[in-house]
């Protein structure tokens, strides 16, 4: 079969990003940007460069410094959003501008108030507008799956002729059906007159559990491009995953008519690193990357992978890189090989302080811990990039006290704004106690949404990561904490979620406002 190239564009910095709690810091961005690029993801959605002077900042270090992906920016269809993409994306080698405006009866008469005659003048002069910046424009219907296919027909070819050399139709709301998606996405391509000028792309997301079928279907249908995210993250229920798509082309080479340029072997790493920055877990069923996608329970699966590995696996644990992180380090590694692990990585320091905090991090776990693997490092960076957010409240001491037949205690000395305060508290756990003790300390009203744990490597002497969801007044953050001891860990991440409300960073929704 002759393949047609399906680019890959990653949206886990944007779209991923606008999970709930999902927030990530520039250089975290930067980190999974690189492992992306190490990937060879055709295109990196960044940001979405009006949002914030964060996420501005975050696309321009992006662009900085990857340059073998094409890096993009989301604006919506106007002036301002425009030259703040253009802005921020000065830097790159490659850059993309993806303009968007919403095309269903809703969202134009509920949302933007404006009639279908308004928006197609609304897209032209944004797809016009962003040429200015760049060759390489990107344009999406918002809410596709729901818009009239005469008017989506219409919009688009107004798109193209307006200088959009990629044309997305995204399922904004999840309400897709493989057949049905994938067939307007192929009559689309029949019926806008100037469809080959341009790519077609989809963007699905996963409200009902479909959206690496629907992206799937379309490609059968024509597209060329699928927008998707590592792990699946993504608003609600995420969007489609990336490592689906890609391993579901590898594997059955056989029916689809395309191939994707992306090096399969980094994709465990690259969901270890997003599951650890973010703080979402990967559930152990989930494909690909959970971690029982290649575990073999059954007697009569163990006995068929022994005798001949095709019996029951389809793909290789190592060609998505699940054996990659074995190399081990110990109490006696020096900073030269530490330093080494983290750049095989792709975790660079920005100066020597940097390094040698985290090093001396690296040496406080190698005494509780005797191997260090790849995932433990990866936390130890986030814990250490976490500290070094703005820090109102810093954890100087915890004594937890945990007994049979009496309410379990616990007492910190907490640093506010550098000065310490103790507090003390039981609760219904050690874990319990300390954090009452916490909110009676910092008074903040949040709510506790959301508590995680996960065991970063198997055994006993593991670090436990956890993850603690805050929410106040709508604002919802994600703070984790990772040690070797679970109630440290959860203190850490108590206080990480803390200090990220306290840096008030509230970002715009793209699809919640208008134009
Ligand atoms: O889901 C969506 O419609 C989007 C667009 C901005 C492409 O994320
Ligand atoms: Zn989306």
Same mark, same amino acid.
């Given at each position: 079969?002759?393949?047609?190239?399906?680019? %890959?564009?990653?949206?886990?910095?944007?779209?991923?990003?606008?999970?709930?709690? *999902?927030?990530?810091?520039?250089?975290?961005?930067?980190?999974?940007? @690189?492992?992306?690029?190490?990937?060879?993801?055709?295109? %990196?959605?960044?940001?979405?460069?009006?949002?914030?002077?964060?996420?501005?900042?975050?696309?321009? +270090?992006?662009?900085?410094?990857?340059?073998?992906?094409?890096?993009?920016?989301?604006?919506?269809?106007? @002036?301002?959003? %425009?030259?703040?993409?253009?802005?921020?994306?000065?830097?790159?080698? /490659?850059?993309?501008?993806?303009?968007?405006?919403?095309?269903?009866?809703?969202?134009?008469?509920?949302?933007?108030? &404006?009639?279908?005659?308004?928006?197609?003048?609304?897209?032209?002069?944004?797809?016009?507008?962003?040429?200015?910046?760049?060759?390489?424009?990107?344009?999406? #219907?918002?809410?596709? /799956?729901?818009?009239?296919?005469?008017?989506? #027909?219409?919009?688009?070819?107004?798109?193209?002729?307006?200088?959009?050399?990629?044309?997305? !139709?995204?399922?904004?709301?999840?309400?897709?059906?493989?057949?049905?998606?994938?067939?307007?996405?192929?009559?689309?391509?029949?019926?806008?007159?100037? /469809?080959?000028?341009?790519?077609?792309?989809?963007?699905? $997301?996963?409200?009902?559990?479909?959206?690496?079928?629907?992206?799937?279907?379309?490609? &059968?249908?024509? +597209?060329?491009?699928?927008?998707?995210?590592?792990?699946?993250?993504?608003?609600?229920?995420?969007?489609?995953?990336?490592?689906? !798509?890609?391993?579901?082309?590898?594997?059955?080479?056989?029916?689809?008519?395309?191939?994707?340029?992306?090096?399969?072997?980094?994709?465990?790493?690259?969901?270890?690193?997003?599951?650890?920055?973010?703080?979402?877990?990967?559930?152990?069923?989930?494909?690909?990357?959970?971690?029982?996608?290649?575990?073999?329970?059954?007697?009569? $699966?163990?006995?068929?992978?022994? @005798?001949?590995?095709?019996?029951?696996?389809? &793909?290789?644990?190592?060609?998505?890189?699940?054996? +990659?992180?074995?190399?081990?380090?110990? @109490?006696?590694?020096?900073?030269?090989?530490?330093?080494?692990?983290?750049?095989?990585?792709?975790?660079?320091?920005?100066?020597?302080?940097?390094?040698?905090?985290?090093?001396?991090?690296?040496?406080?776990?190698?005494?509780?811990?005797?191997?260090?693997?790849?995932?433990?490092?990866?936390?130890?960076?986030?814990?250490?990039?976490? /500290?070094?957010?703005?820090?109102?409240?810093?954890?100087?001491?915890?004594?937890?006290?945990?007994?049979?037949?009496?309410?379990?205690?616990?007492?910190?000395?907490?640093?506010?704004?550098?000065?310490?305060? +103790?507090?003390?508290?039981?609760?219904?756990?050690?874990?319990?106690?300390?954090?009452? *003790?916490?909110?009676?300390?910092?008074?903040?009203?949040?709510?506790?949404?959301?508590?995680?744990?996960?065991?970063?490597?198997?055994?006993?002497?593991?670090?436990?990561?956890?993850?603690?969801?805050?929410?106040?007044?709508?604002?919802?953050?994600?703070?984790?904490?990772?040690?070797?001891?679970?109630?440290?860990?959860?203190?850490?991440?108590?206080?990480?979620?803390?200090?990220?409300?306290?840096?008030?960073?509230?970002?715009?929704?793209?699809?919640?406002?208008?134009?």
């Amino acid at each position: 079969m002759n393949k047609q190239q399906l680019v %890959i564009f990653d949206t886990t910095l944007r779209d991923g990003e606008q999970s709930p709690g *999902a927030s990530m810091t520039k250089e975290e961005k930067v980190r999974i940007a @690189k492992i992306l690029e190490k990937m060879r993801v055709d295109v %990196i959605e960044a940001g979405f460069a009006i949002a914030s002077p964060g996420d501005f900042e975050a696309i321009k +270090a992006v662009a900085e410094t990857v340059k073998d992906s094409t890096i993009c920016s989301l604006a919506r269809a106007n @002036k301002k959003d %425009i030259e703040r993409a253009g802005e921020a994306l000065k830097p790159a080698n /490659s850059s993309r501008i993806h303009t968007f405006i919403a095309t269903s009866p809703i969202h134009m008469e509920y949302k933007l108030r &404006m009639t279908p005659d308004q928006v197609v003048d609304y897209a032209v002069s944004a797809v016009k507008h962003a040429r200015n910046y760049t060759d390489n424009v990107e344009f999406s #219907c918002e809410d596709a /799956s729901r818009t009239e296919f005469e008017f989506m #027909c219409r919009i688009v070819e107004a798109a193209i002729n307006a200088g959009a050399n990629t044309i997305n !139709i995204p399922d904004t709301v999840g309400y897709g059906e493989p057949g049905q998606f994938g067939e307007t996405v192929g009559r689309l391509i029949e019926n806008v007159p100037n /469809s080959d000028k341009a790519i077609f792309s989809v963007h699905c $997301h996963n409200d009902l559990g479909l959206a690496v079928a629907n992206s799937l279907s379309a490609v &059968m249908h024509g +597209a060329r491009q699928v927008e998707c995210t590592i792990n699946g993250l993504g608003e609600r229920a995420g969007n489609a995953s990336l490592e689906e !798509i890609v391993m579901a082309v590898k594997t059955r080479h056989d029916l689809f008519p395309v191939e994707t340029s992306v090096q399969s072997e980094h994709i465990v790493p690259a969901s270890r690193l997003v599951s650890t920055i973010t703080g979402f877990p990967v559930q152990p069923n989930k494909a690909i990357v959970g971690a029982n996608a290649f575990a073999h329970e059954a007697g009569i $699966h163990q006995d068929g992978v022994l @005798k001949r590995r095709e019996t029951y696996e389809i &793909m290789r644990a190592q060609d998505v890189g699940w054996h +990659a992180n074995k190399l081990v380090l110990g @109490k006696h590694s020096g900073r030269a090989a530490f330093k080494a692990r983290l750049e095989a990585l792709g975790i660079k320091f920005e100066d020597d302080d940097a390094l040698n905090a985290a090093f001396a991090r690296f040496k406080e776990l190698a005494d509780k811990k005797h191997e260090i693997f790849d995932e433990d490092l990866q936390a130890l960076v986030s814990d250490v990039s976490a /500290s070094t957010a703005p820090e109102k409240y810093g954890l100087v001491s915890l004594e937890a006290i945990s007994k049979t037949g009496d309410k379990p205690q616990a007492s910190l000395v907490i640093a506010v704004d550098g000065e310490d305060h +103790a507090v003390s508290s039981d609760g219904d756990g050690p874990v319990d106690a300390a954090f009452r *003790a916490l909110e009676e300390l910092a008074q903040s009203g949040a709510k506790l949404k959301l508590y995680s744990v996960n065991a970063i490597t198997s055994g006993t002497d593991s670090q436990g990561e956890v993850t603690v969801r805050l929410e106040r007044e709508g604002i919802i953050v994600n703070g984790s904490g990772a040690d070797t001891d679970i109630v440290v860990a959860s203190v850490k991440a108590y206080i990480n979620a803390l200090n990220i409300l306290e840096s008030g960073m509230v970002k715009a929704h793209p699809q919640l406002e208008g134009v």
